[in-house]
């Protein structure tokens, strides 16, 4: 098997999870419409598969540093399928919608840190970063396409008909994956864990690398990068959730503008993650000779991206008034979108970088376990702010800390960057 051939099931295979994910999100009209549920039971289907998911991608990432994450990967698509069929297929209730959608949280949350490390252990570190943000764009993709399929089969067929094709595609697409993928190349220092037998050289690691779990967040940058993901995550959530909602209601947009704002963010994130990729991995290169700055080359674009960042929250809260034009709206979306999906597509590995590889998945985890509590941030804690002040104040808040965010990632790397060049220069 070639690392071309992984990483194409990777991205389809998370591309079909985060569309069973999000298949009822995207049924959600036609749902309420047909079932006569109201909002509030909705919410509780989904508040529930959302806890569900961040315990789940937590609980994961500590498993497959001791399982073989491709088998953890192919029984979450396998689960999450039945999920999703199951959904579609059981009679009205919404209790049982409830217990079906909190199973379907905890059948997709695998699937993240389970491809970082299959991807960390099929590229090297010099395409590690580019590979990486490659597959992050599966998340847009399946956010674009998505809700056109599932309007498309809802109008015509009905919502639960909608939900078949997600369901169907992620089983059979499982039980390919069980089949055929692999954790690493043959003949690697990884290969022991399609064996089922530890290798040599992996024996000879795990002794001399004694580090317990407690000791993860002591390691260089990985508290930067616990708290960076927890900021970027609550203005990522905060702004999709409640920049329409100022468009449309504060300034008197039109809802059109709303969606296209959010489209454009979308759009922007494919964008800014590749280019967050492919920087990471050309600054990865240019300081592979010197001891220390590789170590912190990823942290240093995130630094850059989070200060364009700041830049276009401030032209969303300064630039963009009741007569702004949708097409300005847009490319201020767009550049808000390139750059809060550029970090985000390049924290999970660097937090992995940053542990030693016997705690990739346990350090994946933990960084994932941030960005979850900024989500859980910027839904009710955020809104509350927002009845007590202004957008305006609210988002000159988040402004600060993405600034803060930025200096502190640009002058830790630099600091790094100088002991590194002072040192002896090493191959």
Known sequence: MKAEVVFASLYIGYMLNIFAKRCVTFALPDIIKSEGFSKDDLGMILSGQMLAYAIGKFVAGLLIDSVS??????????????????FASVPKSMWLYALLWILNGFATSPAWPSSAVIMKKWFSPEQFGTAWSLLSTSINMAGTLGPLLTAFLATYSGWRSSLLLPGSLLLGFGFLTLIFMKNAPEGSSHEHLDKGKPSE???????????????LFWLPGYRGICFTYLIISTVQFGTMQWGPVYLVQDLGHSIIVGNSFISS??????????????????????????KLASRFSRQYVIGLFALGLAIFLNLLKTCVTSSSSMIW?????????????????????????????????????????????GQTISGYPLSLLLT??????????QMIFVIQVAVY??????????????SPKSD
Not at 388 to 397: G, L, N, R, T
């Open 265 to 290: 963010l979308e759009i922007g994130g494919i964008c800014g993650s590749v280019i967050a990729g492919y920087s990471s991995d050309h600054f990865l290169t240019k300081w592979k000779s010197r």
């Open 409 to 422: 990632l640009l002058v830790n790397t630099t600091y790094s960057f100088k002991q590194a060049s002072s």
């Open 388 to 397: 007590w002040i202004s957008w305006q104040s609210a988002c000159m808040i």
């Open 201 to 215: 050289n992996s024996k000879t690691k795990e002794a001399s690398d004694t580090m317990s779990k407690r000791d």
């Open 69 to 86: 994450p491709a088998l953890v990967l192919s029984l979450g698509y396998i689960c999450s399928g039945v999920t999703v069929l199951l």
């Open 329 to 373: 709206i847009n490319i201020i979306g767009f550049g808000i979108g390139m750059t809060l999906y550029g970090p985000i597509s390049v924290l999970g590995l660097a937090a992995m970088e940053c542990a030693p590889e016997k705690m990739a998945g346990t350090a994946h985890a933990v960084v994932c376990l941030f960005s979850n509590f």
